[in-house]
């Protein structure tokens, strides 16, 4: 093995120019597997997806196996990758692993995009719902994340919204405080009264009239809090219910949709297998010919429309 040939990259350059290894740094057992890895690493640099998992667990293989500090040079010299190049392939392959194959025949650059996207996102690209593009799995990221920010919103928003039970106490609160309010406002009424009817009042009573007024304005000053509160809850409690209403409209929209369009491939399929041949047109009746002009009216109308969202799309893509 002390005589084996350095291999060369697929970008092989003149000898004299060529960057390489020193494969004698090693010892055999270590010389022959990192031969190994770099003649299958050069050949995958053609970059498919596959391809660039292979060579991420192949730096890790290499990067694991060699002495610290002989790694970017050997990735250098014998690969011409740089250390930033070298992570992200090992960020590929720690990420997808063998679940690269569902991706079908992704693009580099939006493979490289998916590193960061949530599990759903990468569930729709594997369902084949999001197109294989680097902007579309960036406005898929943006759409999941601004649903992860509105869901957040409404956890928070019912986190700090009083529940029922705490409103009917807020009520309850408020009607004992009235309740005590009107008793200590006769009371003082009453004094007053008195104070009326007799010229002079003892000094005693005099201080307990003044008592119950200020106990009189305080209760007025907790109820008119304790009112706004209970508007404020309310009013928040009525804002969240339309919310929650808002997003269940569109969870149903987005259900309708589906179920719908399942119903026209599945009828669309069986429309196709049931066409006439041309034999058979002879034996059409007018009631058959109108059918046909309405399928036709329907299939136009409904090509219309999917020019419209593909238009519509095609913009929300290049905008994100």
């Known amino acids: 093995m002390s005589s084996m040939q350095t291999p060369q990259r697929q970008d092989e350059q003149a000898p004299d120019q060529q960057l390489t290894f020193d494969y004698s740094l090693l010892d055999e057992e270590t010389r022959h597997f990192v031969y190994q890895k770099t003649v299958e690493t050069q050949g995958y640099l053609k970059r498919t997806a596959e391809d660039v998992v292979r060579i991420g667990l192949n730096l890790r293989a290499v990067k694991d196996r060699l002495p610290h500090g002989h790694f970017m040079t050997w990735a250098k010299g014998e690969l011409g990758l740089s250390r930033q190049s070298c992570q992200n392939f090992m960020r590929v392959a720690e ?35 999001i197109p294989l593009t680097r902007p579309a799995v960036r406005a898929a990221k943006e759409q999941a994340r601004q649903g992860t920010v509105e869901e957040h919103h409404l956890t928070a928003s019912s986190e700090q919204m009083p529940d029922d039970t705490a409103l009917l106490q807020l ?22 009264q008195r104070e009326r009817e007799e010229p002079v009042l003892p000094a005693q009573v005099q201080q307990h009239i ?90 136009a109308q409904l090509l219309q429309a999917i020019d419209r969202i593909r238009h519509f799309s095609s913009h929300t893509v290049e905008a994100g």
């Not at 009520?171 to 007053?192: A, D, T």
Request: proline share 2%.
């Open 171 to 192: 009520r309850q609160r408020i009607m004992l405080l009235e309740q005590e309010r009107l008793q200590l406002s006769q009371e003082v009424e009453c004094h007053k």
């Open 210 to 299: 003044q008592a119950l007024e200020r106990q009189v304005r305080e209760l007025s000053a907790q109820r008119e809090t304790l009112s706004r509160h209970l508007a404020s809850a309310t009013s928040q409690a009525r804002e969240s219910v339309l919310e929650r209403n808002t997003l269940s409209h569109e969870q149903q929209t987005r259900t309708r949709w589906r179920e719908h369009t399942t119903e026209f491939v599945r009828g669309g399929g069986m429309l196709l297998s049931s066409m006439p041949s041309a034999l058979m047109l002879d034996t059409f009746e007018a009631e058959d010919w109108t059918r046909l002009e309405q399928v036709e009216q329907v299939l």
């Open 95 to 129: 990420r997808f692993g063998e679940r690269i194959h569902r991706f079908g025949a992704i693009p580099i650059s939006a493979l490289y995009e998916l590193l960061d996207a949530p599990e759903d996102v990468l569930r729709q690209i594997e369902e084949q719902h």
